[in-house]
Structures are given as structure tokens and as C-alpha cells.
């Protein structure tokens, strides 16, 4: 048996490494976006809550006069979601009597909930001062939504969450699972290091966005963000590949309300600066700057499309157990195209795909990479009604593809013992992954939820040492703001 050269290792450990920072941006997205929101409709409700909408309108149009049933009406097209019909029910009421505080208050809510902060705040104030005065419950609501409106009216808006956890892999350093690799030309034995390593670590992430309104016409903003990830394994032979990253952007964001590129609904458009920062092992991994553009757009009703384009220059700086990760200097190109279909009012499918195309010093690092990933989001009624708030579960499968521009040198694939000079006789890397998994998120409080992520990912490649099956649990709370 032979054990793998010092130049194969170097380049083994480099490109394990790389699928571990490639990773931990793509494939923990689904964990790391913002938890589920309570709703005020879920899917086991919308049957019967139309067919109640349909009776009532009946009856209102039998008795136009009794203001009980409007009232319910107007409640159940909003839980539809159907907010212009409720607004129109409750102000046809106050023809009949203006003197409504508890009508004033839910349209008030109503214009909340589709932006019209201004309208909303006349009728709290108009609810507030009321005679008699409304009750003390009812007072805290008001006073609630007006502190909302005040915040969603500052020209400065800082939105959030922090996310805290455990996390236990069975393979964490993207390795092969035996120590001995069959190629060509033998057996192949390779040191402890790189042979799969299960462990659990803990991890800490966080998200920021701040938002300035320009107040432009079309309420056009500036918005800088910030993606924050910190990793620490507790096995200490993986230790190494502890984990530490921070990304900010910052851009203006362009806003046209009638309408953009396709159709005549909601679009816009936003140029930004990318800065990322990245440790390994408590050593600078790479430092990266560069530029983006995204632009979104609703259209055909309710379908949300997304584009991304990004540049990124990658500078790398070695370090003792990685003495080639300046041979990953280079460019990234990042072209992102996304679809989201809302399924009713509790659930949605998403689909997305992804060109990475990377340059690197070393040609055995360059590659083109293509993916496709599909998602399926529900809420629906916490079981046995033990929460207030619904819970939500994800399924997300994606398929991908790495073709690698040259040949590796961690493996002779001629099988002939003397292949001749570097490169006669290696192959370049083609690899592929499948990845599956779902998240649960339980929420305790309408900002602060429970988050459960079980996956699974499968990737084989012509080069068996880059080979790897990776299993992995993952739990902690998620706090918004």
C-alpha cells in the first residue's frame, strides 16, 4: 500500500476545505433564514373559512342593517387574507353608525397590514379618543400599533436575527470513510486527518439589515447588510476546520411600484459592494471584495422571481497545515435565478438555480459548478393546539454539479505505476452531489422560535478520495427582530 504523497494531500485537504466554506454559504440557507412569522390563516382552515365568508355574504345581503354579521364578514376576509373586501364591509358600517371605536380599531389594523401607515394611525387616534374611552386592553393595542407605525415610518430601519445552536455531523471534515482508497495503479492509504471524522460542535450566526429611506417618490432606500457565521467542532481532531465569516454589502435599492421588466406589479433593483472576511482554524482563510446586482419582481399575480449576479476577488493566505491556499487566489462568478409560488396563504414551492463559475491559480482548482434546488415551505396548527403560533416545516432536495478545469495530482488514474510528468496520467475532478433534508421550526413567541434541520448529502466523484456521505443534525433557537 502507498501512502498518499505530501503535493496529493495538500491538495486533498485544499479542496475539502473549499467544499466546507462552499457549504456552509449555500447548503445552511434554508436553516439560516428568518424563522417562521405566525399567520393568521393555516391550511386546514381555508375550506371552511370560505365557505363561511360565502354565508355571510349572503346574509348581509338579506340584512344589510345588522352589523354583527358585517362584522364577522369583514373578520373572516381578513384571515383570508382578502383585506381590500374587509376594509370596504367595516367603513360601509360607519355610514351606518360613525361612532364605532371597535371598528375604527380594526381598520386600523387592516391599513397597518397593507402599509398604509398614515390612514392607520387617523383611525387608532380616532379609536383612542372615543367617549367613552375604550377599555384599558384595547388602549395597549392602539398604543402597540401606533409605536409600529412610528418605526415603520423612521427613515432608518434595522431588521434582524441571531440564531444560536448544536450541531453534530457524521462526517464533518468532507472526508472518505476508509482510510484506504482503490486506484488504478493500487491501494491507496491515507493518514488519520483525512479519513471521515464524525463531531458535534456549536455554532453562533446573525443577520442585520439596515435600510435608509431616500424618500423618493417610490420610497427608494440604501441598504447595508451583514451575514455573520461562527463554527467551533468539539472534536479536536477536526478542530482545524473551525469556521469564522462575516460578508457585508451595501447598495441603494431602486423601487418601481407599476412595474418592471415583465409584468406591472411590484419590482426593483439594487447595485451593491461585497466585502467578505473568512477564518479557518484561527488563521486568516481568505479575504474577498467585490460587486453584485439583484433585481425581483412579482409577476403573473403572485410568482416572486429573483436574479443574482456577483463578482468576487478571493485572496487567500496559507498557513502551516495548509501551505497551498494561495493556489485558490482568484475570481468568483455567481449567477443566481430564483421562483416563488405561493400555494394559498400557508404554504409555497420555491425553486433555484445556480452557476458558480471559479478561477483559481491552480488550474486543478478552477471549475464550473451548476445547481438546482426545489423547497417546499407549509404552516399550519401546532398539533394538539400546544402553541398559539403555527409551526412550519420545510423539504428541500438539490442536485449539483462541479467540472474541475485540470488535472488533480491526487490521484494517477493511468494505471501505469510511471505515468510520466505531472500531468500525463491524472485526471481532472468531476463531482456531484445530492442533498436532502427538512427543517421544523416551532415557534415559542411571535419573534423566537425552535429550529430542527436533519440532512443528508450524498457527493461521488471520478476521483474517489473526494468521495464523502455526510449525515447531520442540527438544533437551536432562532431570535428575530
Aim: contains cysteine.
Amino acid at each position: 500500500m502507498r501512502a498518499l504523497p505530501k503535493k496529493s494531500r495538500a491538495a486533498f485537504q485544499l479542496a475539502a476545505v473549499s467544499a466546507l466554506i462552499w457549504g456552509m454559504f449555500v447548503l445552511a440557507a434554508p436553516v439560516l433564514a428568518p424563522a417562521a412569522v405566525a399567520q393568521p390563516l393555516v391550511g386546514n382552515e381555508q375550506g371552511p373559512l370560505e365557505a363561511r365568508k360565502e354565508a355571510l355574504f349572503q346574509e348581509m345581503l338579506r340584512n344589510p342593517a345588522n352589523l354583527d354579521v358585517t362584522f364577522a364578514y369583514a373578520d373572516v376576509a381578513a384571515r383570508l387574507g382578502d383585506y381590500e373586501a374587509a376594509v370596504s364591509t367595516l367603513e360601509r358600517m360607519l355610514l351606518f353608525n360613525p361612532n364605532l371605536p371597535r371598528v375604527d380599531l380594526e381598520l386600523g389594523a387592516l391599513y397597518f397590514r397593507m402599509g398604509s401607515f398614515s390612514v392607520a394611525r387617523d383611525y387608532f387616534d380616532k379609536a383612542a379618543a372615543a367617549t367613552p374611552p375604550p377599555p384599558a386592553e384595547v388602549r395597549a393595542r392602539i398604543a402597540e400599533y401606533l409605536a409600529q407605525i412610528e418605526k415603520r415610518q423612521s427613515r432608518h430601519q434595522l431588521s434582524g436575527y441571531i440564531f444560536l445552536g448544536g450541531q453534530y455531523q457524521t462526517d464533518a471534515n468532507v472526508a472518505p470513510g476508509s482510510p484506504l482508497i482503490l486506484s488504478p495503479i493500487g491501494p491507496v492509504l491515507l493518514n488519520n486527518q483525512f479519513v471521515k471524522q464524525p463531531s458535534g460542535s456549536v455554532f453562533a450566526s446573525g443577520s442585520l439589515l439596515y435600510s435608509y429611506d431616500l424618500e423618493t417618490q417610490n420610497h427608494d432606500t440604501i441598504e447595508v447588510t451583514s451575514v455573520g457565521y461562527v463554527n467551533h467542532y468539539l472534536n479536536q481532531a477536526v478542530t482545524r476546520l473551525d469556521l469564522d465569516l462575516l460578508e457585508a454589502t451595501a447598495g441603494p435599492r431602486f423601487n418601481f411600484p407599476n412595474g418592471g421588466l415583465v409584468g406591472h406589479k411590484l419590482a426593483s433593483v439594487k447595485p451593491y459592494a461585497i466585502f467578505d472576511e473568512v477564518g479557518l482554524g484561527e488563521n486568516q482563510y481568505f479575504g474577498a471584495y467585490g460587486a453584485g446586482l439583484e433585481y425581483d419582481e412579482i409577476v403573473w399575480g403572485d410568482l416572486a422571481l429573483k436574479s443574482v449576479f456577483e463578482f468576487r476577488q478571493k485572496n487567500f493566505t496559507n498557513a502551516a497545515d495548509r501551505p497551498l491556499s494561495t493556489g485558490l487566489d482568484g475570481s468568483d462568478k455567481l449567477v443566481s435565478l430564483s421562483a416563488t409560488k405561493p400555494l394559498g396563504t400557508s404554504s409555497a414551492l420555491n425553486l433555484e438555480l445556480d452557476y458558480l463559475d471559479q478561477t483559481t491559480r491552480l488550474a486543478y482548482y478552477t471549475n464550473d459548478s451548476y445547481a438546482v434546488t426545489g423547497a417546499y415551505r407549509i404552516h399550519y396548527s401546532a398539533p394538539f393546539a400546544v402553541s398559539a403560533y403555527p409551526w412550519e416545516s420545510s423539504l428541500f432536495v438539490g442536485r449539483a454539479w462541479s467540472i474541475y478545469a485540470g488535472a488533480d495530482p491526487c490521484c494517477n488514474t493511468s494505471g501505469n505505476l510511471f505515468p510520466g510528468v505531472y500531468p500525463a496520467g491524472y485526471s481532472s475532478q468531476l463531482t456531484q452531489r445530492w442533498r436532502f433534508g427538512i427543517t421544523e421550526a416551532v415557534p415559542v413567541t411571535a419573534t423566537i422560535a425552535v429550529v430542527l434541520q436533519l440532512e443528508r448529502d450524498i457527493v461521488s466523484s471520478n476521483l474517489p478520495i473526494y468521495a464523502y456521505t455526510n449525515n447531520s443534525v442540527l438544533l437551536g433557537p432562532q431570535i428575530r427582530f
